[in-house]
């Protein structure tokens, strides 16, 4: 029994860990642009395929493989914001934008998708582990894939953060996401923060679907539900709560794994939307979300 | 001809015209390809009635058609309910399912509503995946009778179908027409969708109205799924994915939000677009529809009718400002 429940709370941390990278993504872009990004999960596709293209077709071996599936899904992330938001947002000029990020970036995941699916096709490609053997602890065992997953999610992580907290363009994205108008009043150049900030947050959907990939499969529509369960931590955590995003994805992971032993499985993934729905109706702002939402 | 029954006869030429179509075109590749485009008119429409007329951002229709279709399905197959009853059992199950949606919601705007109808229609999707004995799982329902007393012969029964299913759209549109024109919550909608607090100040009683919609555009879009449960005759639970959603979502942005012909027209045209493109490859009509959601929420935001309309005529000109604030106006 115990043996078991070290066991689910272990690939809950993994889990957690990979849902960390998803939502802090959308939060960190959501916090700075007031985007939500509804294609977050194709880049996390991309980063899939381009770990395959990198590690099965090329032979390029797995660390390049990741580095590779992080900086082409960077490099995608630049372009996103000066060919799709920038020419919305100058249309709309001081006008609220309301709900048109929201529907052009669906439709940017709908492209996406349907790109892979057309260049890549339909199938199911499997990627060997990027390291193979399992580590024995006194109560269960834990695979290398697994840890290194884990040490690779906290060691962006921790970059991210401090990026934001000490590097000057941390800085400005911070500026930024208090108040882009005093922010660009003092000199920041809002469009390139938010092209920074854009493929910043994807880079790290990129970096998931690389790690991801010898556990899941790697198929053009892998990411979307990953989205979808990433708004619903996000919103648990509050909007642009990075902190509240990778505390909540860490509970989830948790919560999900565990959950396995209580409820049929084919339900699991239905709690965070009845957390999202939950959290809500008693505190729209989120658990750690601030009172004012922007 | 006055300026009110224009519309009256535009539309009515239109469906007169729609109904000689199997005259014109006898062939059932055709008629299978118009019902269904009906059929997405009617989802694209009801989408529209609750976001483009009241700016309350919906990601769940695909949840609405999937519990008309499945709830229609079940009690056709399970309890012997003839499918014209059916039809209504359809309706009002996704009516009251808008309406449970639609009440928590009501504190919620803009991204948040999105998101949590995002999140009801993953739910009602995993529940049609995983309640095996109602909705067969992953397989989904099917083996139950359709439309009864349609003649036998395959073109007869495609050409009978045809009919009522353009019979049962055409209603359904000209009751939103008729509510979202020329009721008192025609006005309701408008004034929630340009300044909710405003709204509520003025008078008007903004959470029965925004509920009015909820509940009428879900009815609308389980319609649109009980006529695709009697038609298709299989409904699984990937019907009811995102995608159908975002397609919907789509024709109503391609043909003008907030005038409900836009939508229809849309989605006719888009859908006929997709099925004539399908000899290039099914991909490839997904990605045009991911290419067109970008180019027109970008440069064409108020669609086909705001194209139409364009064309300086004073009395559009107000319908036409409101068609491009309908989604503008959500911001939170």
């Not at chain 2, 695709?228 to 939000?257: K, Q, R």
């Amino acid at each position: 029994m115990w043996e078991s429940v070290a066991d689910f709370v272990v690939q809950g941390i993994v889990l957690g860990g990979l849902y960390a990278l998803i939502a802090v993504g959308i939060s960190l872009i959501f916090g700075v642009l007031d985007v939500i990004n509804v294609a977050h999960g194709e880049f996390f596709a991309v980063g899939g395929y381009l770990v395959f293209a990198s590690v099965v077709l090329m032979h390029l071996g797995p660390a390049l493989g990741i580095a590779a599936a992080t900086a082409g899904t960077f490099v995608l992330g630049l372009a996103v914001y000066p060919l799709l938001l920038a020419p919305l947002r100058r249309r709309l000029g001081r006008r609220p934008s309301g709900s048109l990020y929201l529907v052009l970036t669906l439709g940017l995941s709908t492209f996406m998708q349907n790109g892979l699916l057309a260049l890549a096709g339909g199938e199911y490609l499997q990627i060997p582990p990027h390291v193979r053997g399992i580590l024995d602890l006194p109560f269960t065992s834990v695979s290398y894939q697994r840890l290194l997953v884990l040490a690779i999610a906290a060691v962006l992580l921790g970059g991210l953060f401090a990026f934001l907290k000490l590097h000057r363009y941390g800085l400005a994205v911070r500026a930024v996401a208090q108040d882009p108008d005093a922010a660009q009043s003092v000199g920041i150049v809002l469009g390139r923060v938010f092209g920074l900030t854009l493929a910043l947050g994807v880079a790290l959907a990129g970096a998931s679907g690389a790690l991801m990939a010898p556990l899941f499969n790697v198929y053009p529509a892998v990411g979307f539900p990953l989205t979808v369960k990433a708004f619903a931590i996000t919103i648990v955590g509050g909007m642009g709560n990075l902190v509240g995003a990778l505390i909540a994805a860490l509970v989830l992971g948790v919560v999900e794994s565990l959950a396995v032993m209580v409820i049929p499985s084919q339900w699991q993934n239905a709690i965070a939307f009845a957390a999202m729905i939950g959290v809500l109706l008693v505190r729209p702002q989120g658990l750690l979300g601030r009172a004012v939402a922007r | 001809m006055s300026r009110t029954r224009r519309p009256l006869a535009l539309g009515a030429a239109a469906v007169m015209l729609a109904a000689a179509l199997p005259f014109i075109v006898p062939h059932p590749f055709v008629l299978t390809i118009a019902t269904q485009a009906l059929i997405w008119a009617l989802l694209a429409a009801s989408w529209d009635l609750l976001s483009g007329y009241t700016g309350q951002i919906s990601f769940g229709h695909a949840g609405f058609f999937l519990v008309g279709a499945y709830a229609a399905a079940a009690v056709t197959k399970h309890a012997g309910v003839s499918p014209w009853a059916g039809l209504v059992v359809g309706t009002l199950a996704a009516g009251l399912v808008g309406l449970a949606v639609g009440f928590p919601a009501l504190r919620l705007r803009g991204h948040y509503l999105a998101l949590v109808t995002l999140g009801f229609a993953e739910i009602i999707r995993l529940t049609a995946q995983n309640w095996m004995s109602l909705t067969g799982g992953p397989f989904g329902i099917y083996d139950y009778r359709t439309f009864p007393g349609l003649p036998v012969e395959p073109l007869a029964h495609r050409r009978a179908a045809y009919w009522v299913v353009l019979a049962i759209v055409a209603a359904s549109i000209a009751v939103m027409v008729k509510t979202c024109e020329h009721t008192p919550a025609a006005k309701a909608f408008r004034a929630i969708r340009e300044d909710e607090v405003l709204a509520a100040t003025l008078g008007i009683h903004t959470t029965a109205y925004k509920l009015l919609a909820f509940g009428l555009s879900a009815g609308f879009a389980g319609l649109a799924g009980t006529l695709y449960a009697y038609y298709i005759v299989l409904v699984s639970p990937t019907v009811g994915a995102v995608g159908t959603t975002s397609l919907a979502i789509g024709m109503a942005v391609f043909g003008g939000l907030g005038t409900i012909w836009g939508p229809v027209v849309g989605a006719l045209l888009f859908y006929g677009l997709n099925e004539a493109l399908r000899f290039v490859g099914v991909v490839y009509n997904l990605i045009a529809v991911g290419l067109i959601l970008m180019v027109f929420v970008i440069f064409v935001p108020r669609g086909l009718a705001g194209a139409a309309a364009s064309r300086p005529r004073r009395r559009r000109s107000a319908a036409r400002a409101g068609g491009e604030r309908a989604l503008g106006s959500t911001g939170n």
